[in-house]
């Protein structure tokens, strides 16, 4: 089992930032690929970026590359994800995942465990 904590949610400005961290306890040394998610009400939830932690790959979706960066702390069992240049779409519930093995990063029904979430909010 992975427990996986989302934080650093919150209210900003456009073009302001803001750093997610998803600090993950339990069976970690499993984890293959921790992801970031997001999903507005209605919308279905998807990707942002994954870090794979065998040698620090990561990749990103179109709408954030360039912004968003994802980065570990290996001593605490922790992925970041830092956001600049925050756009008022940026908007929505952000959640982390773990995967246990190699396959498709990208589809959010291929992750095995899931944080609660943590909300950020751009306003314009």
């Known amino acids: 089992q992975v427990q996986l904590v989302e934080s650093g949610g919150g209210l900003v400005q456009a073009g302001g930032s803001l750093r997610l961290s998803c600090a993950a306890s339990?069976?970690?040394?499993?984890?293959?690929?921790t992801g970031w998610f997001r999903q507005t009400p209605g919308k279905e939830r998807e990707f942002v970026a994954v870090?794979?932690?065998?040698?620090?790959?990561?990749w990103y979706a179109d709408s954030v590359k360039g912004r968003f960066t994802v980065s570990r702390d290996n001593a605490k069992n922790t992925v970041y994800l830092q956001m600049n240049s925050l756009k008022s779409e940026d908007t929505a519930i952000y959640y982390c995942?773990?995967?246990?093995?190699?396959?498709?990063?990208?589809?959010?029904?291929?992750?095995?465990?899931w944080g609660q979430g943590t909300q950020v909010t751009v306003s314009s």
């Open positions: 995942a773990a995967r246990y093995s190699d396959g498709n990063y990208f589809r959010s029904g291929e992750y095995n465990y």
């Open positions: 339990g069976r970690t040394v499993s984890t293959y690929v």
């Open positions: 870090l794979r932690w065998s040698d620090g790959s990561t």
